[in-house]
């Protein structure tokens, strides 16, 4: 028997469930920047993540739709169209995996997936520009006639 034609890896789960792993992998990347897990998983991970990026880079309707269709998440699928994506500056290669040790339990490869290049929150982005505005005046009181 050989394994000629098989790409992917099954982790011991069926194919709904490896589906959901892996959508659920790339919402906490895309929602935290980085994640930390299993060094199979994170290379797993790393092309369906980058081929997403591509995809929003396009910003088109249709590509956001596909986008949001393969997160199964509105918020998360805008926010990677409209902020994430613009900031990459890279045609490919957006995501690197950093080996971080092993896990203490059963001796697991652990690493961290992240962005090569910074890649802010939209709440950052916002931070510098406000401005403080100066209190208003109280309107002066009249006298009233008696």
Request: net charge positive.
């Amino acid at each position: 028997m050989h394994r000629h034609g098989y790409k992917g890896r099954k982790f011991g789960r069926e194919n709904d469930q490896r589906t959901a792993l892996t959508r659920g992998l790339m919402r906490s990347l895309f929602k935290y920047k980085a994640i930390n897990t299993t060094l199979a998983k994170a290379k797993e991970i790393r092309r369906p993540a980058e081929k997403l990026i591509t995809l929003a880079k396009k910003g088109d309707l249709a590509s956001r739709r596909l986008v949001i269709a393969r997160l199964n998440d509105q918020v998360l699928g805008n926010e990677l169209v409209d902020i994430i994506a613009p900031q990459i500056k890279r045609n490919s290669g957006y995501l690197k995996i950093e080996r971080t040790g092993f896990r203490r339990g059963d001796n697991s490869e652990m690493a961290t997936i992240s962005f090569v290049d910074e890649v802010k929150d939209e709440l950052e982005k916002a931070a510098p520009k406000a401005e403080k505005k100066p209190a208003a005046k109280k309107p002066a009181t009249k006298k009233e006639d008696k």
